[in-house]
């Protein structure tokens, strides 16, 4: 954890570059600190995925218009002013990506972040932390 992962429609696929959209969100999740300076997401575990939805409605179908979903889900224990600090460089991030697209397209953006304090089970396997815990 983190994972940021992004639902969008794929009407928009060849007016983005998606693969280019993740990596800068993982760079903006990457430089993100806390009030102390910290990094707030682990290199290791920060994971940017996207889709296109292989199906969807979008208003009233009356236009091409495109959605992206962006969800970002990490563990508790981050403060308030980390969160939205995050939420905002993430959804300027996503924004300038897209640049004029919104002006040439109907689109909507939405971004949630989503903590998962509680969980019942969250097993995990992996050869990428030690990468970075050096």
Do not use: W
């Not at 639902?7 to 060849?14: F, G, I």
């Not at 308030?80 to 996503?94: P, V």
Request: aromatic letters at 8%; glycine letters at 10%.
């Amino acid at each position: 954890m983190p994972h940021l992962v992004i639902l969008y429609t794929p009407n928009l696929e060849a007016q983005a570059d998606m693969t280019a959209l993740c990596r800068k969100l993982a760079d903006i999740m990457l430089a993100t600190r806390d009030e102390e300076g910290k990094q707030v997401f682990p290199t290791g575990g920060t994971r940017v995925l996207a889709y296109p939805a292989a199906h969807y409605a979008v208003a009233d179908g009356k236009g091409d218009y495109g959605f992206i979903y962006l969800n970002l889900r990490m563990a508790s224990g981050r403060s308030g002013a980390t969160k939205k600090r995050a939420g905002d460089a993430l959804l300027a991030g996503a924004k300038s990506h897209f640049g004029t697209l919104f002006e040439r397209q109907a689109v909507g953006m939405t971004l949630q972040i989503d903590e998962s304090p509680g969980q019942v089970y969250d097993g995990k396997h992996s050869s990428l932390h030690p990468l970075f815990n050096k």
